[in-house]
């Protein structure tokens, strides 16, 4: 094969129907995040004091109360607007509840849904991280992701691969 014509296939995309099995996750991982994934990991990484109280839902893993619970934790994070990576989770969130089924509005008016505690952040954050995964156990929302021109933008934010770190290619 001509180097050309090599270099245009691999430029292309069409070099993956060469690789094997094993490595076409990967590859795949390069140019999509998964949005909980990242969510979770900045969450995690925030340590800093924070003394805001915070409204956190009390059903968190239930299934009627989904789009009110998205709504409270977005309307929550909105507090803390001054924390950059917060306002990228606020914003994951916004993207989540628009490409989840499960977060969309439901016809059915369970007032249960409305019942809020008030916390701390430390259990604000804990409430929200068992609210994603939860959420991440759904198909549809596990699929959600940003391409990776879109992660960080204003460098203030970071996170590991955790792609990489769990599966042990970093």
């Given at each position: 094969?001509?180097p050309?014509?090599?270099?245009?296939?691999?430029?292309?995309?069409?070099?993956?129907?060469?690789l094997?099995?094993k490595?076409?996750?990967?590859?795949?991982?390069?140019?999509?995040?998964?949005l909980?994934?990242?969510?979770?990991?900045?969450?995690?990484?925030?340590?800093?004091?924070?003394?805001?109280?915070?409204?956190?839902?009390?059903?968190?893993?239930?299934?009627?109360?989904?789009?009110?619970?998205?709504?409270?934790?977005?309307?929550?994070?909105?507090?803390?607007?001054?924390?950059?990576?917060?306002?990228?989770?606020?914003?994951?969130?916004?993207?989540?509840?628009?490409?989840c089924?499960?977060?969309?509005?439901?016809?059915?008016?369970?007032?249960?849904?409305?019942?809020?505690?008030?916390?701390?952040?430390?259990?604000?954050?804990?409430?929200?991280?068992?609210?994603?995964?939860?959420?991440?156990?759904?198909?549809?929302?596990?699929?959600?992701?940003?391409?990776?021109?879109?992660?960080?933008?204003?460098?203030?934010?970071?996170?590991?691969?955790?792609?990489?770190?769990?599966?042990?290619f970093?």
């Amino acid at each position: 094969m001509h180097p050309h014509v090599f270099l245009l296939l691999l430029s292309s995309g069409v070099s993956s129907y060469f690789l094997p099995q094993k490595e076409m996750p990967r590859l795949l991982n390069k140019t999509k995040y998964a949005l909980v994934d990242e969510m979770l990991c900045l969450l995690e990484a925030e340590n800093g004091l924070i003394t805001e109280k915070f409204s956190i839902p009390v059903h968190v893993q239930k299934l009627n109360c989904a789009h009110n619970n998205t709504e409270i934790f977005i309307h929550e994070l909105k507090k803390i607007h001054e924390r950059p990576c917060m306002r990228r989770v606020e914003k994951d969130m916004e993207k989540l509840e628009k490409n989840c089924n499960i977060l969309k509005k439901s016809s059915l008016n369970d007032n249960s849904c409305l019942k809020k505690v008030n916390s701390g952040f430390s259990r604000f954050k804990q409430s929200l991280e068992e609210f994603l995964r939860w959420v991440n156990e759904k198909l549809d929302c596990r699929n959600v992701g940003r391409s990776e021109l879109g992660l960080y933008l204003d460098g203030e934010c970071s996170c590991h691969d955790s792609w990489k770190s769990h599966r042990g290619f970093g």
